[in-house]
């Protein structure tokens, strides 16, 4: 006859890491970088030259070889301020002549715009613009030392070193920012971050109304991310240049070692439907500010 045990059986619960408030778990994975569509395809379904598409190819695969974690929403407008307040801090336009605006027919340089004057109102929950690359890795090692944690960056003028081992808040790299807004290891192939459908998920020329808007309200990517496409482009680490990312590393490519571009992911309000897709990238000078350009953080576990 068979006798139940009644034997105890120890069993230890380990949780996984705690998410941060704010923030997703990106998990570590593999996906195919750049653009499946030939420059001439892109250029005939969103508009724009041929040209300006060869940098987005070829499509390479390319893994991510760590969790991290990154904010579900662009940096808003009240979270700078509280950076800003505390540090007495002077953005790059404040300290060198103003920021690129759009004045309802054309863009020009203001010596008076800056984060807290982009030529159109904006409430706290609204991504913050007109700040350099520069001043996104300033923010970046404020908060890691706001929450105790080891800043990511040193930072010497204009001469910025990315600690990587560090546990601190920083800008993602272009691979991290390209696999997060694909919806990391949930992707699903989306032309935009989280649709195919760019009104779902972008603000853009065509909706914007000119300016940004309240992060979270177009729906989210298979992340639980906002505004990956559209709203404003996004600062990310790695310096712009074509050669390197057609012949990146594998595994974590984080950009040439030199170079005074940085890339920006994304598009913004100001942008078309072409330059918010996943696969579209530009570069700027780390010391450019302009009305559509904010950023994103992310950090490790």
């Known amino acids: 006859m068979y006798k139940e045990s009644t034997a105890s059986v120890a069993f230890t619960y380990r949780p996984g890491p705690k998410v941060p408030e704010g923030f997703v778990l990106v998990e570590a994975g593999s996906f195919r970088m750049g653009s499946e569509l030939s420059p001439r395809e892109i250029a005939s379904k969103y508009g724009g030259e041929a040209s300006w598409y060869e940098d987005e190819r070829p499509v390479h695969t390319v893994r991510i070889t760590r969790d991290f974690y990154m904010s579900k929403y662009e940096v808003m407008v009240g979270e700078f301020r509280q ?164 012949s990146s590393p594998a595994s974590d490519p984080a950009g040439p070692y030199s170079g005074a571009d940085r890339v920006m992911r994304g598009g913004g309000w100001y942008n078309d439907a072409r330059c918010c897709r996943s696969a579209d990238r530009g570069g700027y000078n780390s010391a450019d500010r302009i009305a559509d350009l904010g950023f994103r953080v992310v950090r490790l576990p």
């Open 83 to 246: 950076f800003v307040s505390e540090t007495g801090y002077r953005t790059t336009a404040e300290r060198e002549g103003g920021v690129w605006v759009w004045t309802g027919s054309k863009l020009e340089k203001k010596a008076d715009a800056n984060w807290r004057n982009p030529y159109f109102r904006q409430g706290s929950n609204e991504p913050v613009v007109c700040v350099s690359w520069y001043d996104a890795v300033e923010y970046c090692n404020w908060l890691s030392r706001k929450e105790g944690l080891t800043p990511a960056y040193n930072i010497r003028g204009k001469d910025v070193t990315w600690n990587r081992s560090a546990n601190g808040y920083r800008l993602p790299t272009e691979a991290e920012w390209e696999y997060a807004a694909r919806g990391g290891n949930k992707g699903r192939g989306y032309i935009f971050a989280g649709s195919n459908y760019v009104d779902e998920v972008v603000w853009y020329w065509d909706n914007s109304g000119e300016k940004t808007h309240p992060v979270g309200r177009k729906k989210a990517n298979e992340l639980d991310i906002y505004d990956n496409s559209g709203n404003v482009g996004e600062w990310v680490w790695d310096r712009y240049d074509s050669d390197y990312y057609s």
